[in-house]
T-cell receptor
């Protein structure tokens, strides 16, 4: 059972365009929603994160939009650059007995064409 | 540089062999976890630990063992390797104070092939 569903699996965007990746979750107990960026041969790295009491968070060209009632959140990359080409994972976590349990979406392979 | 160190980076095992994937962090994080990454399935939690001496199972624990004798180290043991355990394994650590959630720091991964 996939607790966090991510789409699309792959995405091709022209340089300067907007990249949009969507995620949906089921468990309303999740209270932290991070996005991770992974380059080939590397481990995932935290990109940006949001809590459910906020509808939007922006850091540079990266923005998370969060819709609590729809249980959906998305990553927008403005002015996409070839260096943004990577695999992106959304995730959701909640604390259980002091442990932060993180579950990931399936990942989106993003390619930015120059 | 401070971070999460995983060894080895690559490993080929024969079916039935056992081995230990090493993970060490120098950030004094109390929370550590092991994930496996398979195409189209994201990262799935194998085992995790909330501190020295405390471990618990994740989504896919079968065939794996862990222990946490120190804050720094969190080794993952494959008891009897099977081809289904061919994957890329990531260790991660996090500072996780009560009432808060923080991002994980991941190692660079171990690519394991079981033949």
């Amino acid at each position: 059972q996939q607790q966090v569903k991510q789409s699309p699996q792959s995405l091709i965007v022209q340089k300067g365009g907007i990249s949009i990746i969507n995620c949906a979750y089921e468990n309303t107990a999740f209270d932290y929603f991070p996005w991770y960026q992974q380059f080939p041969g590397k481990g995932p790295a935290l990109l940006i994160a949001i809590r459910p009491d906020v509808s939007e968070k922006k850091e540079g060209r990266f923005t998370i939009s969060f819709n609590k009632s729809a249980k959906q959140f998305s990553l927008h990359i403005m002015d996409s650059q070839p260096g943004d080409s990577a695999t992106y994972f959304c995730a959701a976590s909640r604390r259980i007995q002091g442990a932060q349990k993180l579950v990931f979406g399936q990942g989106t392979r993003l390619t930015i064409n120059p | 540089n401070a971070g999460v160190t995983q060894t080895p980076k690559f490993q080929v095992l024969k079916t039935g062999q056992s081995m230990t994937l090493q993970c060490a962090q120098d950030m004094n994080h109390e929370y550590m976890s092991w994930y496996r990454q398979d195409p189209g399935m994201g990262l799935r939690l194998i085992h995790y630990s909330v501190g020295a001496g405390i471990t618990d199972q994740g989504e896919v624990p079968n065939g794996y063992n862990v222990s946490r004798s120190t804050t720094e180290d969190f080794p993952l043991r494959l008891l009897s390797a099977a081809p289904s355990q061919t994957s890329v394994y990531f260790c991660a650590s996090s500072y996780s104070p009560p009432g808060g959630n923080y991002g994980y720091t991941f190692g660079s991964g171990t690519r394991l092939t079981v033949v």
